[in-house]
């Protein structure tokens, strides 16, 4: 009898660890690379271990968020050695002008900018070779998600168009660029083949969705439709999932979008940085608008979609801020009532127009100012949670166990907002849709059993 040679066990395809850091744009970008590496055939891994290469997605607004990059890098060249950085901190200089990130960690193997997949992917195949026989059909339509599987974001554009002076966005990301339409709706539409239950729509400005492209027509299911955010926000709406609109600022075209919201087509939400109220204060953001033009504008939304809620984002301690213009803010949010709010002291950026601004307040006045202001809105807070009591709130469940789960109505995004949470009940099942029986209101959070 032949002697048969043993089978040779087929080789492990090459391993690239995988860190993502920053906000939900960010996360975006990681998602899209992740679905070409795994599209070419290289395995994912979620640590160190076992991974022949790792990429660092990093994040740059802040310095915070500048130092937990830094310490990511380079916690992963302790573990790994083998580190390809991108994102917002690879666009950073140094005081000499030098790249911040191969100045304090030169053994990095390459260094890129934000939304930079095809720089990544060349940077990758330079020092991991790319598999053979890639097949695409190891990737899922919509891509992959680091997200749970029931929820997603969707962005919209890259860029900005407005140079606020606290901000070094458009540095990073480059001015506005809207993806087409079409593009975005069949994005959408094979994420929710795949069982996503809710689109949360992320951009710098989701407002401003079309302007560079002048609102072009593109096609969508065969029929000419215009690249804008009205028409946009339309089309998710008929796609049977929830769909949250971030990052919107309040230009008056916005108010077309709340009729949809009133009727059900998408949620009652709204995430709009306000920033400020005072108008020398938000000139010297170069932020557009101001305190009264958004509060009769918040006005005329909740006339036309009474369950709305809004989220927003404040900056207390600008420099040059009054002990006046604070309290201008504080009035602004007795009045607006707003449901949901962020509040950062005030803190330089590298590279920001702020920073050359006269009037910089003492680290203590600027946190005692945030401090202030969120104790207001924990008030605020209060007491429209309040108003839930006895309600019954369609919530999307994200976790499940023993002791209950915690879910999302349509108020709350994750991660930013409160949650609901839920009597254990054996129905129960994470990515499902409940209606629930409020009996509890806290500060951010409800707190329930399932109704019926």
């Given at each position: ?35 070409r ?18 990429v ?8 915070s ?11 992963a ?9 991108t ?10 002008g ?24 060349q ?40 140079r ?29 083949r ?15 969705y ?65 920033q ?10 170069k ?113 499940c ?48 059993r399932?109704?019926?």
């Amino acid at each position: 009898m032949k002697n048969i040679p043993p089978r040779r066990r087929p080789k492990a395809p090459p391993a690239v660890g995988f860190v993502s850091l920053g906000c939900p744009k960010a996360l975006v970008d990681s998602e899209r690379i992740l679905t070409r590496l795994r599209a070419e055939g290289y395995d994912i891994r979620g640590s160190y271990a076992g991974a022949d290469l790792v990429v660092v997605n990093t994040c740059g607004f802040i310095d915070s968020a500048v130092r937990e990059s830094l310490d990511a890098i380079g916690e992963a060249l302790q573990e790994n050695g083998r580190v390809i950085v991108t994102g917002c901190l690879g666009v950073q200089k140094d005081a000499a002008g030098a790249n911040l990130v191969q100045s304090l960690h030169p053994k990095v193997l390459a260094v890129t900018g934000p939304h930079a997949t095809d720089a990544v992917l060349q940077a990758v195949h330079e020092h991991l070779p790319q598999p053979h026989d890639a097949f695409a059909d190891l990737v899922p339509p919509g891509g992959l998600k680091l997200t749970p599987r029931h929820y997603a974001y969707l962005k919209i554009s890259e860029g900005c168009n407005h140079r606020c002076t606290f901000c070094i966005i458009p540095s990073m990301r480059g001015d506005l660029v809207s993806r087409p339409i079409g593009e975005v709706m069949r994005e959408a539409e094979a994420l929710v083949r795949q069982g996503v239950r809710e689109l949360l729509v992320i951009s710098q400005d989701t407002s401003a969705y079309g302007v560079d492209t002048r609102y072009k027509l593109d096609f969508v299911g065969g029929r000419p439709v215009r690249t804008r955010m009205t028409e946009l926000v339309r089309e998710l709406g008929s796609l049977g999932a929830w769909v949250r609109l971030h990052y919107v600022y309040p230009y008056p075209h916005v108010d077309e979008v709340l009729p949809l919201m009133a009727q059900g087509s998408v949620l009652p939400y709204l995430d709009v940085p306000f920033q400020h109220a005072h108008p020398r204060v938000l000139k010297s953001m170069k932020r557009p608008a101001a305190g009264e033009a958004n509060l009769e504008r918040i006005r005329a939304w909740r006339a036309i979609c009474p369950e709305l809620t809004i989220r927003s984002t404040f900056i207390a301690g600008f420099p040059g801020e009054t002990e006046a213009e604070f309290e201008t803010l504080l009035d602004f949010l007795r009045e607006a009532q707003l449901d949901r709010v962020g509040c950062f002291a005030y803190s330089p950026v590298e590279g920001a127009a702020a920073n050359e601004l006269p009037g910089a307040l003492p680290d203590a006045v600027r946190e005692e100012r945030r401090g202030r202001l969120m104790q207001l809105q924990e008030q605020i807070s209060r007491t429209r949670l309040a108003r839930k009591l006895g309600s019954v709130q369609r919530v999307l469940v994200d976790a499940c166990d023993a002791d209950g789960a915690t879910g999302r109505s349509s108020a709350d995004a994750p991660e930013i907002d409160g949650v609901v949470h839920i009597a254990p009940d054996p129905r129960l099942k994470v990515g499902e849709f409940f209606d629930v029986l409020v009996e509890q209101a806290e500060v951010h959070d409800l707190r329930g059993r399932l109704a019926g």
